[in-house]
């Protein structure tokens, strides 16, 4: 092989407190905001239009949160999970500077954990993930864990160190993004009347819709992502792989079930966190997304009477309906249609903003 | 169901007179103009370049037409047609203010017309749709109909109200942009020398060349549009439809076709007008769209010597070459190779304002 | 057939010395920026990123060359190929003025070669095209020729003009871009610590990565490049073709490859010339895409100790891994696997210009 090509890195390059600078910065445009829109048919207002967004006090529509997390994520693959066989999970995500059109984004990675296998053959690495502008400014972070081969299964495991995560993003830590105000929101315009008052906890919601994925859908997102890995890209080699075939980018699932959960939440426009989530099968072209989503917390913005935040579980099923909210079939097992189970948290306005009626 | 999901109007829910402000306002950017080149290969030069646009007065390239069509009509959808069955007419469609890259477009729609069918299970439902930018000045208004269910067939029937509608768009009616002036065009850029003084009425045109559909394709512009159409987009459930498969939005045939017609009237930049116009098949992902058209009037337009208009027919068929120009059997019937039948007026310069060539 | 549809030119059509001046002018723009991102993934920092741009001396991030080279190619389907049998090649190609989104883009060709086939049905068409932008400067000139069919077989022969041309640019005709000064090149963002320096001519690198192609995908690439060639687009008249099918424009293979070059080629990132090329044979939808390089020649820039010019053979096979470099069997013939042979220069930054690690 060339010395000139990456060949990622295996389990044992790592170290904790290893700080990655990772290539190919990004500038965002108008551009990638209108393939998200043509990916995913996302609604949500304040990304959709720059007067409706100057309604809530932005300057013009921000990038939606999940493209912003997707670049992010999509720089961190050729040093962190090229030799990954696994996403094992998220935490500590938040969403903090609002990025627009125009920001040029780079990534920087810190280990914070790495834990040997008993296999010998492969371990599971910690990564904290710091996106930001071109003004310094932390757009996103987040943690997440994979599994990564090692190059030499001989190579001496050391004492494992493991992060303490958080369970989800304290209240404290949810940032509001600065000149964000709703003071006369339009729920007509918005898609929906409900405001973060009417969610009970524990309410579960069917998002209706549905989304079959295509080759060149997913496969677009990834290269629009500019993620590199392997799996997404080359049937050629994929035929002979362990599913016969080329494996769509979670991420992708992800996006799919938050336009989706649009139809029940329409007002829940900015994610601020990101609280865990799992990546629980694979999909594949052919497949249709559904998704459902359970309400697991209602809490006050300290210090704000126009927004409070929802934490909320979106679980995505593939090929059957959500009206029965499927999930689990018992502690260990996930339903087998359920391919995301992913738990965020989103502003949402609350009642006293929204504009009069007619 | 969630109470939180929009389970859209159902036939009993309109009034004659109900006002709907749609939801999703958009603001159309740079972006959707090259995914709207990317789906269907547009070429007409006033909108493929800002230099072009600047030689016929336009401060800027503006945004394709039915580009802005699709967008208003999309809004539409959630309110209007979610519980539609067939998507039955078009009527009295101006294009009025042109909207550049940055205008935010906002809908809505006033209801005209209401008639129950004998069946008593499904009605029509005749609204006139308006969009709007950001300076509230009209962009887009037309007249649609579609066919609706009712949720409860035991629901009495009221008075039939059915709106007057014209059969074309009068030239009085017409609007030339504000600051388009042709007194310089160069038809070598424009890629024809046929002037609006070359069509005849009655003149029909084969434009050749064809657009095969691919699911990816139509799937990508009916998300762009935000159009929330369930049968566009879930293969899982429209295996057990009456088609066996997603349908493609008859939006895009009208734009594949409209696209297909630069060969042949490349001059014809402009729309004005959707005089009528019928989805008369469903086309599916495979097939192979043709297209050819009639010119049915050349109308002068009062005050200018620099464009006149053009009615003209516009002809899809799949999977059939165009080169006889299919169109009907007989009196009730079209070939079964058509799909669509669309009538509208356009804009094209004049002779005089050609630029003298070399 | 109408006579207001375009034919296309024949051989005969043609003559030395004719000029012609394409339709579509193109204003390319950001949104064109996403999609070539989304439609080959592609990494090169400067292209990628306005910051890092501006730290090598650009005002913001320039059009990815191969993009433009497309976008000015397309122009001159209409009038050059549309009656061409086969691409035979290019030649004399180079990249001159940067394109920035919202330059506008024009494109003019002049015949300055032809020579009929014995067969008497054919003929050979040399073209040099040249695109500019809306200040009239040149910003890409190649020569390419074609095979194009007689309209008439009897049409007598001239004699046959046969252009000189050059077995590549020489390193004085290649033009590094205004304003372009590497001075503190960061190769953590860009991907690659290989300076102008390490690479060795007759050096090879596999490129390890490889990508599946899509109908979709070649036909998106192919509108937003408003080229007209029916053999990509028509299924219905493709499948009682040669090949039963669509054929991938060729061009697109040439930036599937050059994006796959990333890995192995990060700092290549401006295209000065294009010395030569060859599409060996078709692709197709299913078919997936490998590439490797070759170091053909390593030059000095007069009067740059910043950059130094690599030219490059570029290889693409199909459904075949690159680890064993497939190129040819023998003298007369390529291996069935590939399917370009491509020949051009790049700029790399050299060691000198390099920021110092940490």
Chains 1, 2, 3 share one sequence.
């Not at 990638?32 to 304040?46: C, E, H, I, M």
């Not at 993930?129 to 190059?151: A, C, D, F």
């Not at 009477?305 to 260990?332: H, M, T």
Request: some cysteine; aromatic content about 10%.
């Amino acid at each position: 092989m060339s010395n000139k090509t990456n060949p990622g890195n295996y389990f044992e390059d790592f170290f904790v407190g290893m700080q990655i600078a990772h290539a190919t910065p990004r500038t965002i445009s108008a551009g990638d905001v209108s393939l998200y829109t043509a990916l995913y048919g996302n609604r949500f207002a304040v990304q959709s239009s720059s007067a409706f967004a100057g309604s809530v006090g932005l300057p013009e529509a921000p990038i939606d949160d999940l493209l912003l997390f997707h670049v992010v994520f999509g720089k961190t693959v050729p040093d962190v999970s090229l030799n990954a066989i696994a996403n094992l999970g998220y935490a500590a995500g938040r969403f903090l500077t609002l990025v627009y059109p125009g920001d040029s984004i780079s990534a920087v990675s810190e280990v914070i954990g790495l834990k040997e296998n008993s296999d010998g053959k492969t371990g599971t690495v910690y990564v904290r993930s710091v996106g930001s502008n071109q003004r310094k400014e932390t757009v996103l972070e987040y943690v997440r864990w994979v599994m990564v081969r090692k190059r030499d299964a001989g190579h001496p495991a050391l004492a494992p160190v493991v992060p303490e995560l958080p369970e989800s993003v304290a209240v404290s830590e949810l940032v509001v993004p600065a000149s964000l105000a709703v003071s006369d929101y339009d729920t007509a315009l918005a898609g929906s009347s409900f405001a973060w008052e009417d969610y009970e906890v524990g309410e579960r919601i069917d998002h209706v819709d549905a989304m079959t994925v295509e080759e060149s859908d997913h496969m677009t997102a990834t290269r629009l992502y500019q993620n590199t890995a392997k799996v997404h890209f080359n049937q050629h080699a994929g035929k002979d792989g362990r599913f016969g075939r080329r494996i769509v980018y979670g991420g992708h699932v992800i996006s799919l079930a938050r336009c989706l959960s649009f139809n029940g939440l329409a007002n829940a426009f900015r994610i601020v966190a990101i609280n865990g989530g799992r990546h629980v099968a694979p999909i594949f072209a052919g497949d249709t997304v559904y998704a459902w989503s359970e309400v697991l917390a209602r809490e006050e913005l300290p210090g704000r009477s126009d927004l409070g935040a929802l934490r909320l579980r979106l679980v995505a099923a593939k090929d059957q309906s959500c009206e029965a909210f499927p999930l689990r079939l018992d502690e260990r097992n996930y339903d087998p249609a359920v391919v995301l189970d992913f738990d965020y948290t989103v502003l949402m306005p609350r009642r006293a903003a929204f504009r009069p009626g007619p």
